[in-house]
């Protein structure tokens, strides 16, 4: 059975207080998720830099970071699919992160890309394996599995016609580092996701769901014949979910996660995972 979760991501607006939190959850628990992704620095206190940064790129981490999570996720009713974190906390402390994501009863660490990295050097990109190879063997020892999640800076090409993500699949070890996918990012970058999903195979443990199209109000006109894209509500765009779901059961997907940034049906996180969750309770 394919789980289904949210990206805590997808929620930093409306988790500013305890009160809102229990809300929100029970909204979640409502709409027919299972369960949820946290991320570690919307979790515990996080600098204005980190905040700031989050906000640039449309994640606004919200003012989540001091309340008791262990104490909420009991209470929600929702399993904790996987915890997110930075590759330099593993790296520092492979220890503490395994343990948090214990206290959670989650077996996934996921490490959500890198910051100020050269995306176009092979030698980077080679380098960023071997870095993962050993983060995941000391979570591995600690009983937790590493895995990576892709946006679209995977997809430039490095040397000899390799992407970064080509790097990755074959310099990665199986028995260390598997992979969270992000189709929406490949799908944006220009890719064809389903033959990556098929490429990965077994190792495509969780799976980051999104749509891709264009709202328009009733009635509205535009100047031009060119409308800007974006994420949208499952079932509400163009991408060929339904043949990419095929693809995750065949690959022994664990859960399907969605996450959006922006761009809500009637401006609400909540709303917009309700209208997604329409799609995924008839297809999960």
């Given at each position: 059975?394919?789980?289904k ?39 515990h ?13 449309g ?73 993962l190879?050993?983060a ?10 590493l895995?990576?999640?892709n ?16 790097i990755?699949?074959?310099?990665t ?16 970058g ?6 990556w ?64 940034h ?10 917009s ?12």
């Open positions: 059975m394919i789980r979760g949210i990206q805590q991501f997808m929620l930093g607006t409306v988790l500013s207080s305890e009160a809102q939190a229990r809300e929100t959850l029970a909204a979640v628990k409502a709409a027919g998720y299972d369960g949820i992704e946290l991320c570690s620095f919307m979790i206190p996080t600098g204005f830099l980190v905040r700031l940064l989050t906000r640039a790129a994640m606004p981490t919200g003012k989540g970071g001091k309340l008791d999570w262990p104490k909420l996720m009991a209470d929600s009713g929702l399993s904790v699919i996987s915890l997110h974190t930075d590759l330099g906390s593993v790296e520092r402390d492979p220890a503490a992160v395994a343990a948090e994501a214990r206290r959670f009863g989650t077996e996934y660490v996921v490490i959500t890309g890198m910051y100020r990295f050269p995306y176009g050097d092979a030698g980077a990109w080679r380098d960023l394996a071997r870095r190879n050993a995941g063997s000391a979570l591995a020892g600690e009983g937790v599995q895995l990576y999640h946006h679209n800076c995977e997809l430039q090409r490095v040397a000899d016609g390799l992407r970064g993500y080509d990755l699949l074959d310099e070890d199986p028995g260390a580092v598997n992979f969270e996918f992000d189709s929406y990012w490949f799908a944006e220009g890719a064809d996701a389903g033959q999903m098929k490429k990965l195979g077994s190792r495509m443990k969780l799976w980051h769901i999104n749509d891709r199209g264009t709202r328009l109000a009733a009635g509205q006109s535009v100047m031009t014949p060119i409308l800007q894209t974006d994420s949208m509500e499952l079932g509400t765009g163009n991408l060929p979910l339904e043949q990419w779901v095929e693809l995750a059961r065949a690959n022994g997907t664990r859960a399907v996660v969605l996450e959006s922006r761009n809500w049906v009637a401006k609400s996180p909540v709303k995972l309700e209208a997604s969750a329409q799609w995924l309770n008839r297809h999960f």
